[in-house]
């Protein structure tokens, strides 16, 4: 039982990418899923965050009108489309999953352990 980010890359300003949240031996039903990024010498960022019924998204102010967060129908992968990259978004990005998380994620803590975490994924933005 493990969730499995997947998608990072090396892109230049400008491009995109599509990470990839896949849950393994379970779903996502209940669960609030939220990104978060990761770069050296600074705390976790809270980057986006969807509740369990989709109905709800949050945003990192330094990333709302270029990323998109959504999940699938069968409830087992959550997405974020990240167009319009650029190079402060570099940094290791992971998933996270959590009945509670979504909560957590819009009142602004983003250092909680959540339930479930994936591995992180490297995206490297160059200018």
């Known amino acids: 039982v493990q969730l499995q980010a997947s998608g990072g890359g090396s892109v230049q300003a400008g491009g995109s990418l599509r990470l990839s949240c896949a849950a393994i031996g379970f779903t996502l039903d209940y669960y609030g899923v939220g990104w978060f990024r990761q770069v050296p010498g600074k705390g976790r960022e809270g980057v986006s965050c969807?509740?369990?019924?989709?109905?709800?998204?949050y945003y990192a102010d330094s990333v709302k009108g270029r990323f998109t967060i959504s999940r699938d129908s069968a409830k087992t992968t959550v997405y974020l489309q990240m167009n319009s990259l650029k190079p402060e978004d570099t940094g290791v990005y992971y998933c996270?999953?959590?009945?509670?998380?979504?909560?957590?994620?819009?009142?602004?803590?983003?250092?909680?352990?959540?339930?479930?975490r994936g591995q992180g994924t490297l995206v490297t933005v160059s200018s």
């Open positions: 969807i509740s369990a019924t989709a109905e709800r998204t």
């Open positions: 996270a999953a959590d009945p509670y998380l979504f909560g957590l994620c819009i009142s602004g803590d983003h250092a909680s352990s959540f339930e479930r």
